[in-house]
């Protein structure tokens, strides 16, 4: 088997119908309203479930909105994948790519916003969700950081540790952006910042100067 073949799934489980309905009504809520806005009676009426599928399907409101992020993530994710990768060295592209999904996130902030809530709510389910979520997320950083199939610059462990760091480091700083304390902009320059120093002892090679 090659190395490829040995990667996770990017694709996470197939929905039903009455699942994806929930969930589709539980983003369109929290879009339009934030956290407060998504309630479960709301919920079942948009989705025209009954209240107790609602219950039987996501144990809490926390775990419901974890699953709508997951179903978001899914769709963005799906798009940063057919865009090419940009960038001469891995440092290059990782910062590109966290440039893209900091603006795919972000394009819907009361959603951001509530999803980030939810998934530092302390709910053990949500967390869990929140961590699915974050390995899908590390597959695509290890595809910027190792660069083209056909000349890969980082061996596939080292180049999941550091995305595994980096999407930590991310999630901390975009809860630091949803209460206010930095802009998207400086999210963006502590992950570069970040990831130039764990490339630094990855791949041995003197780090880049700090940007402009």
């Known amino acids: 088997m090659t190395e490829e073949a040995q990667q996770p799934s990017f694709d996470g489980p ?80 990782v910062t590109k790519l966290f440039e893209h999904m900091t603006e795919l996130w972000l394009e819907r902030p009361q959603l951001a916003r509530a999803s980030l809530r939810a998934a530092t709510s302390g709910d053990h389910q949500a967390m869990l969700r929140q961590m699915v979520a974050q390995q899908r997320i590390n597959l695509i950083i290890v595809d910027a950081l190792r660069g083209p199939r056909h000349a890969r610059e980082l061996r596939r462990e080292p180049a999941l540790r550091v995305a595994t760091v980096l999407t930590m480091v991310w999630f901390s700083n975009l ?38």
Not at 15 to 20: N, V
Not at 42 to 70: H, I, N, P, Q
């Open 14 to 93: 197939a929905l039903d119908g009455i699942e994806r309905r929930i969930l589709d009504a539980t983003i369109e809520l929290a879009t339009a309203g934030g956290y407060d806005a998504v309630k479960q009676r709301d919920v079942a009426l948009k989705a025209k479930v009954a209240l107790a599928t609602v219950y039987t399907r996501f144990a809490s409101k926390d775990v419901l909105l974890a699953a709508a992020l997951e179903l978001d993530n899914r769709r963005w994710m799906i798009e940063l994948r057919k865009r090419p990768l940009r960038g001469r060295t891995p440092l290059a592209r």
């Open 175 to 212: 809860t630091a952006w949803a209460a206010g304390i930095v802009d998207p902009a400086m999210a963006v320059d502590i992950v570069h910042q970040s990831a130039n120093m764990l490339l630094h002892g990855v791949m041995n090679e003197p780090p880049e100067p700090k940007r402009g």
